[in-house]
């Protein structure tokens, strides 16, 4: 893509900025002299009309082109990409395009030039970076699982000591508070990517499958509120024919191993690992929610290890090993599956709506289901391998054109790429009905954070040992473990400059 022809649609870009959505969130974001989008208010009195210019104000600088260097994975990788960072040349893509707009708006207003610098993973050289004297980059976009344990380690900026409102549209306020320990934030989302957005999980429903096995939509229970585990497990039981010649049969759910037993505890509105009022953390399982905890496991597990219903991705891609070669891995090849109608469900993100595409009669959306109906609301949450923004903690780093620049450029992309990433590409494209586009929009706007996604606090013991067993063994033993691993990483983080 050449700069030069772009500039006329440029300009008009940079005058017709305007809010598109509130950002990834549980709740809204608190109101803010900054957070609101540009807007003009008319203001009469008998002599004159005067417009009052309500759009955010950003500070004035000049960074004589300096380099603004973005280190980010590879936007060619299957998983986890860097998209519509600094676009690829030859890149067709129309959110590319717009990415592009975007990008040549921010360099105009503060003199600077993006530059991309990419790899398969950058969280493996950064440490060495560090310790070499000086990294060659600005900031990093990573996966949030590989960024934490590295700020553990004093590798990135504190957040907190920037001139940056979190609270505005285009970054998240709730990742903020729940990403802070000990007043440090190292690591946040911000809408230059996309995939924090992209990285939330929820369930899809082939539409074909529904219809052949004559069940209730799950858009009908959701209009009653009746979208709930057991609602979710009577479906996923509606739909049993295995092949009797060991091929692939048609079941109720494409199960991502321990993907879904944990995301859809979250939908039950079960955080294993909470922040006390205090900001200390604490294990919870085995004590505030015991008993619902327990009542879930022995319900998905029954569900889970019956293969009449379910069969894990593993499982899918072993039985149609046929056809696994043309496809990238087993979980694109158990997407693939569902897609050619040999599943009911399925969970994966945002991101994966393209891959069902071509499906014969469409796929709906649907949210984690409640643990019962009088639960007040639906939770997901953000997929600990998503990508996320860091600063690495190098004292050559001009931390005040790297926050300007961020939240400007953070701004710009919330109401273009980011708009025409979801509302265009997601609601208006990939979405099949209306109420999928619907649906999306309750999801969005119920996505958490969880600590342990970036400290390394491994809950997969406990969690597994109640699935295993029940949730009064796994507490005893794991309580005591639990509590020293969280005050380890509280103590570490505290510890930090």
Known sequence: MK????LISLILAALTIALAFASCGETAAPESTTAAAASETLSVNENETTVEDNSPKFPEANYNG??????????????????????LEDSVDVIDEEAEKRNIIVEEKYNVKFVALEASAPSNSIKNDLAAGSSTYDIVLEKRKEL????M??????????????TTAWWDANAADAYELAGKLYLMPNDVSVSNLAGCRFYYFNKSVLEDFKLTSPYEYAEKNEWTLDTFIQLVKGVSAPSTDGSLGVYGLANEDGSVRNHTLTGMGVNVIEKNADGTLECKLGTEYAEKAQDYFEKIKALLSDKSYCLTFDEIHTMDAANASAYIDKYTHSRGCFAQDHFLFTQSSM??????????KGFGVIMNPKYNADQEKYYHKMDGN????????????????ISTVMDFWGYTSHNTVMEMFYEVTLKAKRASDPTAASMLDTIKASIGYSIIDIYSIDTSGIISAAYNGSVATAWKQYKTPMAKLIDKVYTTIDALD
């Open 351 to 360: 991101a994966c709506a393209n891959e069902f595409a071509e499906m014969s």
């Open 386 to 401: 998503a990508i996320i923004w860091g600063i690495p903690a190098d004292n050559s780093l001009n931390l005040e054109m």
């Open 3 to 6: 700069r030069t022809a772009k």
């Open 153 to 166: 380690q004093g590798c990135f900026t504190n957040l907190k000591n920037l001139n940056v409102d979190f």
């Open 66 to 87: 300096a380099e603004f260097r973005v280190y980010f994975r590879d936007q060619t990788a299957s998983h986890y990409r860097g998209m519509y960072i600094i676009p």
């Open 148 to 151: 934490g344990p590295l700020a």
